[in-house]
């Protein structure tokens, strides 16, 4: 059976990944910081669909967090998902520096350096993949946060393309928008004032997420509504994107 390492994978996007992808077969080696969850989350998949469940606890927050993660991926797995990360409860000055520095390790550094680690066995076998789960705030200014998630989208083409005719692996920056987990709950943050038409259902997102990593797209946005929004982005003067931006889904309670 194919393996699967998913980040962050005890809810949200994660959790949607682990089951869809053990849904299609995949043993899965998940990795979370919370252990009793972690566990009750393999377990109940390996109960449901067969498979395999391994646990991995560890914190990308912290170097020893990211070498066991490391250390796992040389072993050889077929798909990477980068999905771990967090939002802040509050905008930049508001936020501890020690916060931010965290921010960009999970992100940015652990992104790096799992897709480092997995991509050499993949490129031996000629096979894999690796989803690197970004934002559609990547393609607008929201402080770090958004700023931390331009970088996935840039580092994941980057690399696409630096290994692209090297058998068939592919990497693949994922950006949903509005998305129904506990992300926004646990930064504190008050989406009272977004629009019900630019919520996702998790599923979605990831059926969209695997399709397109078939297809080889290098930068995928699920849903309609968002496709057009990125596009618009692009017409749009920066300072103008910034200030919509802003002003969506960033009051904190």
Same mark, same amino acid.
């Given at each position: 059976m194919p393996t699967a390492f998913i980040t962050g994978a005890t809810a949200g996007i994660g959790a949607a990944f682990a089951r869809r992808l053990a849904a299609d077969g995949f043993d899965l080696v998940l990795l979370a910081r919370d252990g009793e969850r972690l566990d009750r989350s393999a377990r109940d998949l390996a109960e449901r669909y067969g498979v395999r469940a391994g646990t991995l606890v560890a914190d990308l927050a912290t170097d020893d967090g990211i070498a066991a993660a490391e250390a796992r991926l040389r072993e050889g797995v077929d798909l !990477?998902? %980068? %999905? +771990?990360?967090?939002?802040?409860k509050g905008t930049f000055l508001d936020v501890p520096v020690s916060d931010e520095l965290a921010m960009l390790k999970v992100h940015c550094e652990?992104?790096?350096r799992l897709t480092s680690a997995a991509l050499p066995r993949m490129l031996e076998r000629g096979r894999g993949g690796v989803v690197n789960v970004s934002s559609v705030a990547?393609?607008? &200014?929201? $402080?770090?946060?958004?700023? &931390?998630?331009a970088w996935v989208v840039g580092f994941s083409q980057g690399v696409a393309q630096d290994i692209a005719g090297r058998g068939n692996v592919r990497v693949m920056a994922l950006c949903p928008g509005f998305v129904r987990t506990e992300f926004h709950q646990r930064a504190g943050m008050d989406t009272s004032n977004v629009p019900s038409f630019l919520w996702l259902e998790q599923d979605a997102v990831v059926d969209t997420a695997l399709r397109d990593l078939r297809r080889g797209v290098q930068v995928s946005v699920p849903g309609a509504q968002y496709k057009a929004i990125v596009a618009a982005t692009r017409m749009?003067?920066?300072?103008?994107? $910034?200030? !919509? &931006? +802003?002003?969506? $889904?960033?009051?904190?309670d």
């Amino acid at each position: 059976m194919p393996t699967a390492f998913i980040t962050g994978a005890t809810a949200g996007i994660g959790a949607a990944f682990a089951r869809r992808l053990a849904a299609d077969g995949f043993d899965l080696v998940l990795l979370a910081r919370d252990g009793e969850r972690l566990d009750r989350s393999a377990r109940d998949l390996a109960e449901r669909y067969g498979v395999r469940a391994g646990t991995l606890v560890a914190d990308l927050a912290t170097d020893d967090g990211i070498a066991a993660a490391e250390a796992r991926l040389r072993e050889g797995v077929d798909l !990477l998902v %980068n %999905n +771990a990360g967090f939002g802040h409860k509050g905008t930049f000055l508001d936020v501890p520096v020690s916060d931010e520095l965290a921010m960009l390790k999970v992100h940015c550094e652990a992104v790096l350096r799992l897709t480092s680690a997995a991509l050499p066995r993949m490129l031996e076998r000629g096979r894999g993949g690796v989803v690197n789960v970004s934002s559609v705030a990547a393609f607008a &200014s929201r $402080g770090t946060y958004g700023a &931390s998630k331009a970088w996935v989208v840039g580092f994941s083409q980057g690399v696409a393309q630096d290994i692209a005719g090297r058998g068939n692996v592919r990497v693949m920056a994922l950006c949903p928008g509005f998305v129904r987990t506990e992300f926004h709950q646990r930064a504190g943050m008050d989406t009272s004032n977004v629009p019900s038409f630019l919520w996702l259902e998790q599923d979605a997102v990831v059926d969209t997420a695997l399709r397109d990593l078939r297809r080889g797209v290098q930068v995928s946005v699920p849903g309609a509504q968002y496709k057009a929004i990125v596009a618009a982005t692009r017409m749009m003067p920066r300072d103008l994107v $910034g200030r !919509l &931006s +802003a002003r969506t $889904g960033r009051r904190y309670d």
